[in-house]
Protein backbone atom coordinates (compact mmCIF):
# COMPACT_ATOMS: atom_id res chain seq x y z
CA UNK A 1 0.00 0.00 0.00
CA UNK A 2 1.26 3.61 -0.65
CA UNK A 3 0.61 6.30 1.46
CA UNK A 4 0.30 9.77 -0.10
CA UNK A 5 0.78 11.00 3.29
CA UNK A 6 4.69 11.34 1.96
CA UNK A 7 3.90 13.18 -0.61
CA UNK A 8 6.41 16.07 -0.84
CA UNK A 9 4.29 19.48 -1.75
CA UNK A 10 7.19 21.71 -1.85
CA UNK A 11 8.58 23.36 -4.70
CA UNK A 12 8.29 21.01 -7.93
CA UNK A 13 11.87 19.34 -8.21
CA UNK A 14 13.08 17.27 -11.10
CA UNK A 15 14.01 13.46 -9.43
CA UNK A 16 17.52 12.94 -9.36
CA UNK A 17 18.85 10.43 -11.45
CA UNK A 18 22.04 8.72 -10.43
CA UNK A 19 23.85 7.20 -13.03
CA UNK A 20 25.50 3.79 -12.52
CA UNK A 21 26.86 1.04 -14.00
CA UNK A 22 23.85 -1.45 -13.77
CA UNK A 23 21.07 1.49 -14.56
CA UNK A 24 18.93 -0.21 -12.02
CA UNK A 25 16.52 2.87 -12.69
CA UNK A 26 15.80 1.98 -15.76
CA UNK A 27 12.03 2.61 -15.48
CA UNK A 28 12.70 5.68 -13.47
CA UNK A 29 15.14 6.90 -16.15
CA UNK A 30 12.53 6.25 -18.62
CA UNK A 31 9.57 8.14 -17.03
CA UNK A 32 11.75 11.31 -16.47
CA UNK A 33 12.75 11.25 -20.20
CA UNK A 34 8.60 10.46 -21.36
CA UNK A 35 7.84 13.84 -19.32
CA UNK A 36 10.20 15.73 -20.50
CA UNK A 37 9.06 15.16 -24.14
CA UNK A 38 5.48 15.65 -22.88
CA UNK A 39 5.04 18.55 -21.62
CA UNK A 40 3.60 20.79 -24.42
CA UNK A 41 0.80 17.59 -24.29
CA UNK A 42 -0.25 18.67 -20.47
CA UNK A 43 -3.87 19.01 -20.12
CA UNK A 44 -5.55 21.56 -17.45
CA UNK A 45 -7.55 19.77 -15.13
CA UNK A 46 -8.60 22.59 -13.04
CA UNK A 47 -7.54 26.51 -12.76
CA UNK A 48 -6.79 27.82 -9.18
CA UNK A 49 -7.87 31.54 -9.42
CA UNK A 50 -5.98 31.54 -13.39
CA UNK A 51 -3.73 29.02 -12.69
CA UNK A 52 -4.08 25.73 -14.41
CA UNK A 53 -3.19 22.10 -12.78
CA UNK A 54 -2.82 19.37 -15.14
CA UNK A 55 -2.57 16.35 -15.91
CA UNK A 56 0.38 15.93 -16.22
CA UNK A 57 1.33 17.62 -13.05
CA UNK A 58 -0.51 15.26 -11.01
CA UNK A 59 0.82 11.81 -13.00
CA UNK A 60 4.13 13.06 -12.26
CA UNK A 61 3.37 13.53 -8.54
CA UNK A 62 2.19 9.62 -8.42
CA UNK A 63 4.66 8.21 -10.01
CA UNK A 64 7.20 9.89 -7.70
CA UNK A 65 5.25 8.82 -4.74
CA UNK A 66 4.76 5.53 -6.02
CA UNK A 67 8.63 5.09 -7.16
CA UNK A 68 7.21 4.62 -10.65
CA UNK A 69 4.88 1.78 -9.99
CA UNK A 70 1.56 3.68 -9.89
CA UNK A 71 0.27 1.99 -12.69
CA UNK A 72 0.71 -1.42 -10.94
CA UNK A 73 -2.77 -0.22 -8.16
CA UNK A 74 -5.68 -1.36 -8.06
CA UNK A 75 -7.92 0.99 -10.51
CA UNK A 76 -10.17 1.95 -7.27
CA UNK A 77 -6.99 3.21 -5.61
CA UNK A 78 -5.62 4.97 -8.61
CA UNK A 79 -8.56 6.91 -8.76
CA UNK A 80 -8.62 7.89 -5.27
CA UNK A 81 -5.17 8.96 -5.52
CA UNK A 82 -5.66 10.81 -8.26
CA UNK A 83 -8.19 12.61 -6.62
CA UNK A 84 -5.91 13.41 -3.64
CA UNK A 85 -3.08 14.51 -5.63
CA UNK A 86 -5.32 16.78 -7.44
CA UNK A 87 -6.49 18.34 -4.14
CA UNK A 88 -2.86 18.41 -2.55
CA UNK A 89 -2.25 20.61 -5.82
CA UNK A 90 -5.11 22.97 -5.62
CA UNK A 91 -3.76 22.99 -2.04
CA UNK A 92 -0.21 23.81 -2.73
CA UNK A 93 -1.53 26.74 -5.18
CA UNK A 94 -3.68 28.37 -2.80
CA UNK A 95 -0.67 28.49 -0.25
CA UNK A 96 1.49 29.51 -2.82
CA UNK A 97 -0.47 32.34 -4.25
CA UNK A 98 -0.74 33.50 -0.44
CA UNK A 99 2.88 33.66 0.34
CA UNK A 100 3.72 35.68 -2.81
CA UNK A 101 1.02 38.15 -1.22
CA UNK A 102 3.04 37.93 2.12
CA UNK A 103 6.19 39.52 0.54
CA UNK A 104 7.69 36.07 0.62
CA UNK A 105 9.59 35.89 -2.54
CA UNK A 106 10.82 39.47 -1.93
CA UNK A 107 12.70 37.89 1.07
CA UNK A 108 16.51 37.47 1.42
CA UNK A 109 16.05 34.42 3.13
CA UNK A 110 13.76 33.01 -0.27
CA UNK A 111 16.12 34.30 -2.61
CA UNK A 112 19.00 32.39 -1.08
CA UNK A 113 16.88 29.06 -0.65
CA UNK A 114 15.70 29.61 -4.31
CA UNK A 115 18.92 30.36 -6.18
CA UNK A 116 19.93 26.83 -4.56
CA UNK A 117 17.08 24.87 -5.62
CA UNK A 118 17.86 26.35 -9.13
CA UNK A 119 21.03 24.52 -9.32
CA UNK A 120 20.03 21.78 -8.32
CA UNK A 121 17.14 21.46 -10.79
CA UNK A 122 19.35 22.95 -13.40
CA UNK A 123 21.82 20.03 -13.30
CA UNK A 124 18.91 17.32 -13.03
CA UNK A 125 17.49 18.82 -16.21
CA UNK A 126 20.39 19.18 -18.06
CA UNK A 127 21.08 15.29 -17.42
CA UNK A 128 17.53 14.13 -18.27
CA UNK A 129 17.89 15.92 -21.73
CA UNK A 130 21.43 14.76 -22.62
CA UNK A 131 19.77 11.21 -21.34
CA UNK A 132 16.65 11.75 -23.90
CA UNK A 133 19.09 13.33 -26.82
CA UNK A 134 20.87 10.23 -26.72
CA UNK A 135 17.99 7.97 -26.58
CA UNK A 136 16.12 9.55 -29.57
CA UNK A 137 18.91 8.98 -31.27
CA UNK A 138 18.64 5.06 -30.73
CA UNK A 139 16.99 3.38 -33.44
CA UNK A 140 14.91 -0.41 -33.62
CA UNK A 141 14.53 -1.96 -36.71
CA UNK A 142 11.11 -3.81 -37.62
CA UNK A 143 12.46 -7.13 -37.43
CA UNK A 144 13.94 -7.02 -33.90
CA UNK A 145 10.21 -6.01 -32.81
CA UNK A 146 8.92 -8.79 -34.69
CA UNK A 147 11.58 -10.98 -33.32
CA UNK A 148 11.23 -9.61 -29.91
CA UNK A 149 7.14 -10.52 -30.06
CA UNK A 150 7.84 -13.69 -31.03
CA UNK A 151 10.23 -14.77 -28.85
CA UNK A 152 8.01 -13.61 -26.22
CA UNK A 153 4.52 -13.48 -26.69
CA UNK A 154 3.91 -14.78 -23.13
CA UNK A 155 4.74 -11.19 -22.13
CA UNK A 156 1.87 -10.10 -24.17
CA UNK A 157 -0.97 -12.43 -22.45
CA UNK A 158 -4.12 -10.14 -21.86
CA UNK A 159 -5.85 -11.28 -18.99
CA UNK A 160 -9.70 -11.34 -18.56
CA UNK A 161 -10.87 -8.25 -17.64
CA UNK A 162 -14.17 -6.06 -16.91
CA UNK A 163 -15.90 -2.82 -17.41
CA UNK A 164 -17.79 -1.88 -14.56
CA UNK A 165 -19.68 0.88 -13.18
CA UNK A 166 -20.72 1.23 -9.11
CA UNK A 167 -22.55 3.18 -6.68
CA UNK A 168 -21.04 3.13 -3.43
CA UNK A 169 -22.90 4.15 -0.12
CA UNK A 170 -22.60 3.88 3.63
CA UNK A 171 -25.36 1.53 4.39
CA UNK A 172 -27.08 -1.40 3.21
CA UNK A 173 -30.37 0.23 3.27
CA UNK A 174 -29.51 2.77 0.69
CA UNK A 175 -28.17 0.46 -1.37
CA UNK A 176 -30.93 -1.79 -1.62
CA UNK A 177 -32.95 1.38 -2.38
CA UNK A 178 -30.77 2.02 -5.61
CA UNK A 179 -31.16 -1.50 -6.59
CA UNK A 180 -34.90 -1.33 -6.13
CA UNK A 181 -34.58 1.70 -8.48
CA UNK A 182 -32.59 0.01 -10.93
CA UNK A 183 -34.08 -3.51 -10.66
CA UNK A 184 -36.95 -3.18 -13.50
CA UNK A 185 -34.35 -1.75 -16.25
CA UNK A 186 -32.78 -3.81 -18.57
CA UNK A 187 -30.55 -2.49 -21.84
CA UNK A 188 -29.76 1.74 -22.38
CA UNK A 189 -32.31 2.93 -20.09
CA UNK A 190 -30.97 0.39 -17.32
CA UNK A 191 -27.27 2.13 -18.40
CA UNK A 192 -28.65 5.55 -18.15
CA UNK A 193 -30.71 5.41 -14.46
CA UNK A 194 -27.32 3.69 -12.88
CA UNK A 195 -25.00 6.36 -14.09
CA UNK A 196 -27.66 9.23 -13.48
CA UNK A 197 -27.76 7.41 -9.81
CA UNK A 198 -23.57 7.02 -9.18
CA UNK A 199 -23.33 10.50 -9.94
CA UNK A 200 -26.32 11.95 -7.61
CA UNK A 201 -25.81 8.98 -4.66
CA UNK A 202 -22.12 7.75 -4.73
CA UNK A 203 -20.08 8.49 -2.22
CA UNK A 204 -16.74 7.31 -4.01
CA UNK A 205 -14.39 9.35 -6.42
CA UNK A 206 -15.74 7.70 -9.67
CA UNK A 207 -19.22 9.27 -8.92
CA UNK A 208 -18.41 12.35 -11.10
CA UNK A 209 -17.96 9.92 -13.78
CA UNK A 210 -21.43 7.71 -13.50
CA UNK A 211 -19.26 5.90 -11.26
CA UNK A 212 -16.96 4.08 -14.00
CA UNK A 213 -13.90 2.07 -13.05
CA UNK A 214 -12.99 1.48 -16.54
CA UNK A 215 -11.01 -1.76 -17.31
CA UNK A 216 -9.47 -4.11 -14.91
CA UNK A 217 -8.24 -7.33 -14.04
CA UNK A 218 -8.90 -9.96 -11.13
CA UNK A 219 -6.70 -9.19 -8.44
CA UNK A 220 -6.92 -4.90 -8.80
CA UNK A 221 -9.96 -4.30 -6.49
CA UNK A 222 -10.61 -5.55 -2.94
CA UNK A 223 -11.69 -9.64 -2.91
CA UNK A 224 -15.50 -9.25 -2.44
CA UNK A 225 -15.71 -6.75 -5.15
CA UNK A 226 -13.55 -8.94 -7.40
CA UNK A 227 -15.20 -12.07 -7.02
CA UNK A 228 -18.71 -10.64 -7.62
CA UNK A 229 -18.07 -8.32 -10.87
CA UNK A 230 -16.25 -11.58 -12.66
CA UNK A 231 -19.53 -13.34 -11.90
CA UNK A 232 -21.98 -11.26 -13.55
CA UNK A 233 -23.52 -10.80 -16.82
CA UNK A 234 -22.58 -8.04 -19.19
CA UNK A 235 -25.21 -5.14 -18.76
CA UNK A 236 -26.45 -6.42 -15.38
CA UNK A 237 -26.33 -5.43 -11.87
CA UNK A 238 -25.57 -7.12 -8.72
CA UNK A 239 -29.54 -7.80 -7.22
CA UNK A 240 -27.77 -7.57 -3.74
CA UNK A 241 -25.66 -5.00 -2.01
CA UNK A 242 -22.00 -5.90 -2.15
CA UNK A 243 -20.04 -5.06 0.78
CA UNK A 244 -16.61 -3.87 1.05
CA UNK A 245 -14.21 -1.88 4.01
CA UNK A 246 -15.36 0.98 2.31
CA UNK A 247 -18.58 0.38 2.27
CA UNK A 248 -21.69 -1.08 -0.14
CA UNK A 249 -21.46 -1.40 -3.54
CA UNK A 250 -23.98 -1.36 -6.30
CA UNK A 251 -22.20 -2.73 -9.43
CA UNK A 252 -22.83 -2.66 -13.12
CA UNK A 253 -20.80 -4.57 -15.71
CA UNK A 254 -20.86 -2.69 -18.73
CA UNK A 255 -18.08 -4.97 -20.68
CA UNK A 256 -16.12 -8.07 -20.03
CA UNK A 257 -12.93 -9.11 -22.34
CA UNK A 258 -11.76 -12.83 -22.21
CA UNK A 259 -7.99 -13.88 -21.66
CA UNK A 260 -6.26 -13.23 -25.14
CA UNK A 261 -2.57 -12.51 -26.60
CA UNK A 262 -2.35 -8.89 -27.69
CA UNK A 263 -1.81 -8.56 -30.99
CA UNK A 264 1.59 -7.43 -32.52
CA UNK A 265 0.47 -4.19 -33.56
CA UNK A 266 -1.03 -3.48 -30.13
CA UNK A 267 2.49 -3.92 -28.85
CA UNK A 268 4.93 -2.68 -31.23
CA UNK A 269 5.43 0.74 -29.01
CA UNK A 270 5.83 -1.07 -25.82
CA UNK A 271 8.24 -3.41 -27.29
CA UNK A 272 10.32 -0.56 -28.73
CA UNK A 273 10.36 1.14 -26.11
CA UNK A 274 11.90 -2.06 -23.97
CA UNK A 275 14.10 -2.53 -26.43
CA UNK A 276 15.29 0.87 -27.02
CA UNK A 277 15.68 1.36 -23.31
CA UNK A 278 18.34 -2.21 -23.21
CA UNK A 279 19.94 -0.32 -26.37
CA UNK A 280 20.24 3.37 -24.04
CA UNK A 281 21.62 1.39 -21.07
CA UNK A 282 24.39 -0.33 -23.49
CA UNK A 283 25.31 2.92 -24.75
CA UNK A 284 24.92 4.77 -21.52
CA UNK A 285 27.52 2.24 -20.17
CA UNK A 286 29.74 2.82 -22.77
CA UNK A 287 29.68 6.72 -22.29
CA UNK A 288 29.97 6.76 -19.33
CA UNK A 289 32.99 4.55 -19.27
CA UNK A 290 34.62 7.02 -21.80
CA UNK A 291 33.82 10.11 -19.06
CA UNK A 292 35.36 8.18 -16.50
CA UNK A 293 39.02 7.72 -18.37
CA UNK A 294 38.84 11.40 -19.17
CA UNK A 295 37.73 13.13 -16.03
CA UNK A 296 39.89 13.89 -12.95
CA UNK A 297 38.22 12.40 -9.66
CA UNK A 298 40.39 12.22 -6.54
Known amino acids: MFCLTTINLKLVRFQKIIIQGNFKMTKKILT ?15 TVNGTPITDQEVEMTLMQATQGRFDQLPADKQELF ?5 QQLVGKELAYGDAKKSGILNSKEFKTE ?7 IQKDLAVQMWQKKMLDKIAVSDKELKDYYKDN ?7 ESVHARHILVKTKEEAQKIIAQLKSLSGMPLKEKFIELAKKDSIGPSASRGGDLGFFAKGQMVPAFDKKVFSMKVGSITTEPVKTQ ?8 EDKKEAATRS ?7 IEQRLKMEKFKEVMNKKMEELHKKAVIK
Open 114 to 120: FEKVKQR
Open 246 to 253: FGYHVIYL
Open 153 to 159: KEEFVQQ
Open 264 to 270: FDEVKGF
Open 82 to 86: KQQVL
Open 32 to 46: SLLFVGSIAAAQTLV
